[in-house]
């Protein structure tokens, strides 16, 4: 069974920069695609990123495309979520997920495995 674990979360202010990283083990990485969602306190779980299993395609969230971007390292088991120009409204537990496809999805349903989350806290 796989394992993802996030990190890199923190506490950054308007307009800085974290780069989330997602190290996956227990599985063949190059056979999932993978995503980043993110919730937030009274908020469901929304969609962030996702990457093919390749790497080749990638997709966004409206609200984050152009300041984020989801990468992967398939020689690490590892995949990447680089947050620039972050905004309050980004505050929220970062969560990876792994997906038995070969392009990802923005609904939560076809992600097999998902990490234990990563808080990102965006002071005004």
């Known amino acids: 069974q796989m394992q993802l674990v996030e990190s890199g979360g923190g506490l950054v202010q308007t307009g800085g920069s974290l780069r989330l990283s997602c190290a996956a083990s227990?599985?063949?990485?190059?056979?999932?695609?993978m995503g980043w969602f993110r919730q937030s306190p009274g908020k469901e779980r929304e969609f962030v990123a996702t990457i093919s299993r390749s790497g080749g395609s990638r997709d966004y969230a409206d609200s984050v495309k152009g300041r984020f971007t989801i990468s992967r390292d398939n020689a690490k088991n590892t995949v990447y979520l680089q947050m620039n120009s972050l905004k309050p409204e980004d505050t929220a537990v970062y969560y990876c997920?792994?997906?038995?496809?070969?392009?990802?999805?923005?609904?939560?349903?076809?992600?097999?495995?998902w990490g234990q989350g990563t808080q990102v806290t965006v002071s005004p």
């Open positions: 227990g599985g063949t990485f190059s056979n999932f695609a």
């Open positions: 997920a792994a997906a038995s496809l070969r392009f990802g999805s923005s609904r939560s349903d076809p992600y097999n495995y």
